[in-house]
């Protein structure tokens, strides 16, 4: 089992991006680019199921922006976001989920998906 899991948003932090992003998933929820964002988050704050379900994981969970991770874990800039990784004790990451895994996953299948993975 993982130390911990971290969970990369495929957006950037910031009141700017933050407004971008808002009215990107209203507008066009089609093509918003980060299919963790959408389903964990409504128009301004994360859903209290995807709240409640991450405190109950047997794991400390860890979430990050494209551009903070990139700072952390430049070995890692260009994969393909969003994303979940299980950190080790020593700190490396190894996938846990990929952006295909999330693409197609409602919130209810993302919670089922994660469950399979620790189990």
């Not at 991006?17 to 998933?25: M, N, R, V």
């Not at 859903?47 to 109950?56: G, L, N, T």
């Not at 990139?70 to 299980?86: K, N, Y």
Request: charged share 20%; proline share 8%.
């Amino acid at each position: 089992m993982p130390q911990r899991l971290l969970f990369v948003y495929n957006a950037d932090t910031g009141l700017l991006p933050g407004l971008k992003d808002a009215f990107h998933k209203i507008l066009s929820p089609a093509t918003y680019p980060c299919a963790l964002c959408a389903v964990t988050y409504g128009a301004t704050s994360m859903r209290p199921e995807w709240r409640a379900f991450i405190k109950s994981l047997p794991v400390p969970v860890q979430f990050l922006h494209r551009d903070e991770f990139g700072r952390a874990f430049p070995q890692w800039r260009g994969h393909r976001l969003p994303a979940a990784f299980a950190v080790a004790e020593t700190g490396e990451l190894q996938p846990f989920m990929t952006a295909e895994d999330m693409a197609g996953a409602d919130l209810n299948g993302l919670m089922q998906q994660v469950r399979e993975k620790l189990a």
